[in-house]
Nanobody
Framework: QVQLVESGGGLVQAGDSLRLSCAAS????????VGWFRQEPGKDREFVSKTTWDGSTDYLDSVRGRFIISRDNAKNTMYLQMNSLKVEDTAAYYCAAAPPLAFAGRDPSEYPYWGQGTQVTVSS
């Protein structure tokens, strides 16, 4: 089992930056694909970004160039640096982890481990 805890959310203005963190315990991040998703009330959970155990990354088109995903396996922590935030980035953000060495893409069902979420609110 992997327990995930997000932090770093908050209320910011459009154009500001935030860095989300996701700390893992129980089992390590090593050899896992880990990712970030977001969800607005009444909507489906949406893929934002992921990074595989070998360092490759993927981004939702609307955040590519503004968001940067990174991981520190020694600290069992993943990050999402969010720059140039927009009102439409407002959502609850969740980190997720896939089983070791398993392929995981943009489908939330491929990630069995989830954090509790952290709210990001961007005002105009």
């Amino acid at each position: 089992q992997v327990q995930l805890v997000e932090s770093g959310g908050g209320l910011v203005q459009a154009g500001d930056s935030l860095r989300l963190s996701c700390a893992a315990s129980g089992r390590t991040f090593n050899r896992r694909t880990v990712g970030w998703f977001r969800q607005e009330p009444g909507k489906d959970r949406e893929f934002v970004s992921k990074t595989t155990w070998d360092g490759s990354t993927d981004y939702l088109d609307s955040v590519r160039g503004r968001f940067i995903i990174s991981r520190d396996n020694a600290k069992n922590t993943m990050y999402l640096q969010m720059n140039s935030l927009k009102v439409e980035d407002t959502a609850a953000y969740y980190c997720a982890a896939a089983p070791p060495l398993a392929f995981a893409g943009r489908d939330p069902s491929e990630y069995p481990y989830w954090g509790q979420g952290t709210q990001v609110t961007v005002s105009s």
